[in-house]
């Protein structure tokens, strides 16, 4: 008999802020925090925002010995692993003896720090003292970082599947327990911004010439982002004998691969619906069920319509009248961690009964005929949420949450 899992912390770092209440009062306030970005010249490019969060909102206390050779990326996913271990009431000296496996997704790894030898090495030819800044390069070297410092000594994996990463990384670590495997999971996603990854979104030409604008007719790209959201998973029994307070239980889950093309979604969107499928089948649930969907909805011509056409192919009838909104356009898209950051976002739509508004949304597209949340949705009860995550070579993931039903 398949295990219930459920979900008993949840920590976020975006541009939005850090935590779930910062997060909360930003979707209250319609805000985006996408701005001019500081860090690198962008002149050169179609855009020059991106959603950068604080440096004074991120924990650097992983080693202070070999700060100097982490990443930021590092940095950034022990704030989220950090905070969703303590909102989950976790006892960090038990978990060495737990054996507690931790599942992370990321598109980038460190590769601020790989630049930056790019830079000073390769291209200033300064051969002194730099090797340092390869040791948290490879994107395995945040794992074992969090395995470290928290004493995650159960089995570590790393995911990189393109934008799909994040939520894939929370889709094991839901197989792993419902299928017996483990009762105790840490999972999640992070990416940070670079220069790097900017330019070669830029050469794609897929960077929003002006606001990120998912689903409406004249959206032009995506805006680049960075964070991450880190969530604790449990094995029902587990979380209500150690007394865990419950933010959702994890009822479906689908993931396919398109087979199509290395960038570009398959128009017919035959993997993404597949995905919706098999996550709606697997929780038991009808399509008026669903409440509300957080749509990946990148702001890309190609994937709006493409997840348009998955929803309402998966879905069926009635699928038009369930609210979608997309956060990107209050986050930017945070890549490999854009999934695990989202799912986090609907945890907070069933806690606080909100669907997040669909900024920036004017125009109507009849490839994307779909209930988008012009604005933010204050509702009675939001009890199961769907939310997509799509990403290059035609890696598609679904999950569903619900408020947990007792019986």
């Known amino acids: 008999m398949s295990k219930r899992v459920v979900i008993t912390g949840a920590g976020v770092l975006t541009c939005l802020g850090r935590g779930l209440e910062k997060t909360y009062e930003a979707f209250l306030r319609e805000e985006s925090k996408l701005s001019k970005i500081m860090t690198f010249t962008t002149n050169r490019y179609a855009s020059e925002n991106g959603g950068v969060v604080e440096d004074c909102l991120i924990d650097k206390d992983l080693d202070e010995t070999e700060s100097a050779g982490l990443d930021r990326s590092s940095h950034i996913v022990y704030t989220a692993c950090k905070d969703a271990l303590s909102s989950a009431l976790v006892d960090l000296n038990q978990l060495r003896f737990t054996k507690t496996p931790v599942y992370l997704g990321t598109t980038l790894g460190g590769t601020l720090k790989g630049q930056i030898f790019h830079h000073d090495y390769v291209l200033k030819q300064n051969k002194r003292k730099r090797a340092f800044l390869l040791k948290d390069y490879l994107a395995c070297n945040q794992t074992v970082n969090l395995s470290k410092k928290f004493n995650l000594t159960g089995e570590a994996l790393l995911l990189n599947n393109a934008c799909a990463s994040g939520l894939n990384a929370i889709g094991v670590a839901f197989s792993k327990i419902r299928n017996g495997y483990e009762d105790f999971v840490v999972a999640g996603g992070y990416d940070v911004m670079s220069k790097f990854v900017y330019a070669g979104f830029n050469s794609l030409q897929l960077l929003a010439s002006g606001k990120c604008r998912p689903f409406d007719k004249n959206r032009s790209g995506l805006v680049l982002g960075e964070g991450a959201g880190v969530v604790v998973v449990e094995e029902l029994d587990h979380a209500v004998k150690r007394g865990a307070a419950i933010l959702a239980e994890i009822i479906g889950f689908g993931q396919t691969a398109d087979a199509y093309h290395l960038t570009k979604p398959d128009p017919q969107a035959i993997g993404a619906t597949e995905a919706i499928k098999t996550a709606k089948e697997m929780a038991g649930i009808a399509t008026n069920d669903i409440d509300y969907i957080n749509a990946h909805g990148t702001g890309t011509l190609a994937n709006d ?77 939001i009890k199961t949420v769907m939310s997509n995550s799509f990403g290059f070579g035609g890696s598609n993931s679904s999950i569903i949450l619900r408020e947990l039903n007792e019986n």
């Open 305 to 381: 319509s493409m997840e348009s056409t998955a929803i309402i192919t998966a879905l069926g009838e009635g699928s038009q009248k369930i609210p979608v909104s997309s956060t990107k356009p209050m986050t930017g898209h945070m890549l490999g961690g854009t999934g695990a950051v989202e799912a986090v976002f609907s945890l907070l739509s069933i806690s606080k009964n909100i669907v997040p508004g669909n900024l920036n949304y004017e125009t109507f597209d009849a490839e994307c005929d779909l209930n988008i949340a012009r604005e933010k949705m204050e509702r009675n009860e």
